[in-house]
């Protein structure tokens, strides 16, 4: 499942923006190639002082000398994964921007896209799992783009160099010891298991306990391998999760709120913006990732990509004052002027909010980087 803000303080509200990952994997003599220099191995005399102890007390709990051979040569310590656990943020986006980035004409475009190569396996998975075959394409939209960012990041040099560092560092040798189980069992190689900067893997994320405990081999090859270019192991794990998890077939995640809309418990996240109607199921989702928008952006996105269109109501103005049409105004405006926003989407990130203090600084104004009205009004 995804590195979510219950388990690690940093969830999709943060990752998912950029997926998961970060680029699909490109790897080659068990070695992550297209990695920034921090997240490649460096000497580390305490890390490799750590790896040997727990060389034994993996083979103490079944790992055998060979598998534990092949998983680490090559592995490292990575010290931008230290970097990247001790320095997660929140991010404070709206639902509003939370949904336009999970619902992006591009994500929904890729998703019937997808929906209709794979029709086939996601036609036969939801028969055996009942769980909706739209809910489970957008799951893998969400977490990995697809299949296009599911990271290239070596899964065992990532969980031994966290589990090393010691600040979760119980949780991440579990994560290592299922790493090492899955290697083990044949499901994939060194080389290939790839993820996350913290262990996440495949077209839906999976963490290695997680693997363990429902990754399914849908294809009968005797591997569940939730990396291949064929994503039906990943999409199946992904709906054998939610059924255990308790999704009942035939209803639906909830909806927004009026004609059409199933019953359910009434939920509006932002005061004056639209409010859903939601059911168990919606709960379900909420196992894959403990946050309502989480949940909401997988509902959304699963009834854009089966054709419905987007949200009727419209949320409020933000903080600054201004509806998602002002905010496109503006980046529209600031683009106009030779400042670059990074498109006119209405969804104020770094870019627009270095083109704001560039058109501050020029202007001879107080350089805040902050949107407003009257800025707005300067730049027409």
Request: glycine share 14%; aromatic share 8%; net charge positive.
């Amino acid at each position: 499942m995804s590195i979510s803000r219950r388990t690690f303080g940093a969830g999709l509200a943060a990752a998912f923006l950029a997926g998961c990952g970060g680029g699909a994997a490109t790897v080659g003599g068990g070695r992550a190639t297209g990695l920034t220099p921090d997240l490649r191995p460096v000497p580390n005399a305490g890390y490799d002082a750590w790896v040997a102890s727990f060389r034994s007390r993996a083979a103490g709990r079944g790992i055998s000398q060979a598998t534990l051979d092949a998983a680490f040569r090559g592995a490292g310590y990575l010290p931008g994964v230290v970097t990247r656990d001790r320095n997660q943020t929140e991010f404070k986006r709206t639902l509003e921007d939370y949904l336009s980035i999970a619902a992006s004409d591009e994500r929904i475009a890729k998703g019937r896209a997808a929906a209709r190569r794979h029709a086939g396996v996601l036609e036969a998975v939801e028969a055996r799992y009942g769980v909706d075959r739209n809910i489970v394409t957008a799951i893998w939209g969400l977490e990995s783009f697809y299949g296009e960012r599911q990271g290239e990041i070596p899964v065992i040099s990532a969980t031994s160099t966290l589990a090393y560092d010691g600040r979760r560092g119980d949780f991440f040798e579990a994560q290592l010891l299922a790493a090492l189980r899955i290697l083990q069992r044949g499901d994939i190689t060194p080389a290939r298991m790839t993820g996350s900067w913290a262990g996440a893997m495949g077209h839906t994320q999976f963490i290695p306990t997680t693997f363990q405990e429902y990754a399914v081999d849908f294809t009968g090859d005797g591997r569940r391998d939730i990396w291949a270019d064929d994503p039906s192991d990943a999409l199946a794990s992904t709906a054998a999760y939610l059924s255990r998890h308790g999704w009942q077939r035939g209803l639906r995640w909830g909806g927004e709120a009026g004609p059409g809309a199933p019953s359910g418990r009434s939920l509006q996240p932002e005061p004056g913006g639209p409010v859903f109607a939601v059911t168990p199921n919606f709960n379900v989702i909420k196992r894959y990732n403990n946050s309502d928008a989480y949940a909401l952006g997988v509902g959304h996105l699963a009834d854009r990509i089966a054709g419905a269109g987007p949200l009727r109501a419209s949320f409020p103005p933000d903080q600054y004052g201004l509806t998602k049409d002002d905010r496109i105004r503006l980046q529209q405006r600031l683009t106009t002027r030779g400042f670059d926003t990074g498109g006119a989407d209405g969804i104020l990130g770094d870019k627009t909010r270095a083109a704001i203090e560039a058109f501050q600084r020029r202007e001879g104004l107080p350089v805040t980087g902050t949107p407003s009205q009257e800025l707005l009004r300067l730049l027409g």
